[in-house]
C-alpha cells in the first residue's frame, strides 16, 4: 500500500490569489470540473510534454505561474478551474455524542447538541454546503482561447471506443469526459452506434458530417439529435486544444465533446467559437452519463454504509458493467487535503470497477487526464489488463474513497 506525505510544505501563488466565502446553496446543483493542467502548459508552451518527465510538474507549475501544491485545489486560485464560482465543502467532522459530553464534562460546561453527516444520498439541497470561490486568471489565460482554427486530424474510431481513449483537455469538463470513459468501458456500442456519417460525408443540408444521439428529457426517454462538422479546434501548432483521444489518428472524444455544446448551449454551429465551449465548463457526472445512455441518472453518498455494495452490484467480477463516475469535493478542508495525494479537488473521474486484497476493498479510478493517478492508500499491480498506476488509473482504498470523494453515481 503506497502512502504520501500530506505535511508538504505550502507556498504563495505570485500570481493569482484567491478568496472564500462560507455560503449555503440555494439549489443542489452539481458543478464539477478541473481541466487538464498539461494541456494547458503545453497550448502556453507551443509544445508536447511528457507526464513521466522527472521535470513534469515543475514544468507545468512554470507555466501555469503557480506551484504545484496548489494546482489541484481551486482556493489556492489556480487556473486549472477557469471561471469557477462555486464548489461543494467537505462536511465538517463532529464528535460522537458521548465524545462531545465527555468533553464538555472536562471543562465544566453543559454538552453542546450536535449533528452527524452520514450516509447522505445526493442530492440533497438542504445538506449541500457549498463555498463560493473568486480569484483572477492571468492575462495569458485568455489568449490561449481566442480565434479558434479547425482542421480534421484523423479519423471517428480507430478500432473500438475503449476507457482509456477519452483524454480531457483546456476545459473545464471533467464532468463529460469521465461519462465518455466509462460509457466507453460498459458500452462502446453507445459511442459508436449512436453517430452517423454517410458515405458522402453530409448528414444534413447544413454540411454536418456527424448526427450524435443524446437524452435530457423528464423521463430520460426522448432522444436528442446534434449534428456537427467533423472538424476540431487545433493551435498553431496543430495541437489539440481541447477533448483528444490517446490512440493516434482517432477523433471521437473531440468530436464528441464538440456535439455536446448542443446540450448545454447553442446548436446547429458548424465551429463553435471558445464562448461556446466554455459552455462545458463544470457540470454533473451522473448527468452527462445520463446523457450518452438514456437512462435516468442517480446518485450516492460515497461514505454511506452501502457505498461498496451499491458499486459492486453494478459489477461483474469486479468490473463495472454499468458507467459510473465519481466527484471530489470542491476544495480541501481540515480533514481532507488534496495536496500531495495525487487526488484533485472539484474533479470528476470513471469508476470501472472494484477489488479486494490484504483484508482491504478498492474502487478501481480513472483521472481523465490520462496521468496524475492518486497516491494515497492505492493498490499497485495489474487488473482488468491495465497497470495500477497508470494511464490515470488507480484503485483506492474504499475508506480513502468515503473520505476524499463528494458523491458518485451514474445512470
Known sequence: MATTDLAAKRLV?????????????????IQIGAANPKAIAELRLGRTLDPH???????????LGTPVEHLFDPKFGSPVFPGIQRVLAAPVPVPAPEA?????????APPKATVAIKDVHLPAAASLVHREISFTLPDWFHLLFTDLTYAVPGTFIVDVPTVTAPVQGALADCWLISAMASVAWCHSDAIAERTLKDGTGVVSGGGADYEFTFYASADWAAAKNVRVRDDVPQSSGGSYIYGRSSVAGETWPANLEKAFIGMRGATGIGEPSS????????????????????????????NASDAWSTINTRCTNGRATQPMTAWTYGTGSAT??????????????????TESSGGHEYVILRNPWGYHEGTLNVLPG??????????GVFALQLETFAQYYAGFGGA
Open 275 to 302: 464562448s461556446n465551449y466554455d459552455e462545458l465548463n463544470y457540470g454533473d457526472p451522473a448527468w452527462a452519463v445520463a446523457s450518452l445512455v438514456g437512462r435516468a441518472p442517480w446518485y450516492h453518498a460515497p
Open 336 to 353: 481532507v487535503s488534496y495536496d500531495g495525494s495525487g487526488i484533485v479537488a472539484n474533479h470528476a473521474y470513471s469508476i470501472l470497477g
Open 53 to 63: 518527465a522527472a521535470d513534469f510538474e515543475k514544468t507545468v507549475a512554470d507555466a
Open 100 to 108: 462531545a459530553a465527555g468533553a464538555a464534562a472536562a471543562v465544566g
Open 382 to 391: 495489474t487488473w482488468q489488463g491495465l497497470t495500477l498506476p497508470g494511464d
Open 13 to 29: 501563488s505570485p500570481v493569482l490569489t484567491a478568496k472564500i466565502v462560507a455560503t449555503l446553496a440555494a439549489d443542489d446543483a
